[in-house]
């Protein structure tokens, strides 16, 4: 087998190189550090290395320079050690490309219960929310016996008044 086509495993397949090169008979170091081109080819040289060591803190400015979408920096705040000034820029990029409902409730899902930043961010989701489903999603986000948690539950008694409405009016014609 070629070795630029196992390196092209390595790379659809994020990583096991050890396992690529077994299976497809290579001995040459397919090493998806060395071929790594792409934000998820750095990403997954993340996943590789020791959370917190210069390998892995240098796969991530790699990773870091080629983000740009809403999902490049979620895996970015996600592999950013607490407190650091990349943490700070990560979430600070996911707060402003953060734009549909589920983008908010993934916000909402990574900050600490009950934080400043958690509260903003389901307040977003709830802002956006529409069917029935979205706002269940929002009550179960929310924090017990909060104003978000019955202002999920008053939207949703209201959906389904409206809906139990629709039904009486369609079966009446």
Not at 101 to 115: A, R, T
Not at 134 to 154: G, L, N, P, V
Request: hydrophobic share 45%.
């Amino acid at each position: 087998m070629d070795k630029r086509i196992a390196e092209l495993v390595v790379q659809i397949l994020g990583g096991y190189e050890d396992h690529v090169a077994a299976a497809l008979g290579i001995t040459e170091d397919l090493s998806l550090e060395r071929i790594a081109t792409t934000f998820d080819d750095w990403i997954a040289v993340c996943w590789t290395k020791d959370h917190g060591s210069k390998a892995a803190a240098q796969a991530l400015a790699r990773a870091l320079a080629l983000a740009s979408s809403f999902d490049d920096w979620v895996a970015v705040y996600k592999e950013t050690p607490s407190y650091s000034d990349t943490e700070v820029q990560a979430l600070a990029k996911v707060m402003s490309l953060a734009s549909s409902f589920s983008d908010w409730l993934i916000v909402n899902d990574l900050m600490p219960s009950g934080s400043d930043a958690a509260t903003q961010a389901l307040a977003r989701a709830m802002s956006l929310a529409t069917t029935i489903k979205e706002w269940e999603q929002c009550f179960h986000s929310a924090e017990a016996h909060s104003e978000e948690e019955y202002a999920c539950i008053r939207a949703i008694a209201k959906s389904v008044e409206k809906q139990e409405q629709e039904t009486v009016a369609a079966s009446n014609q």
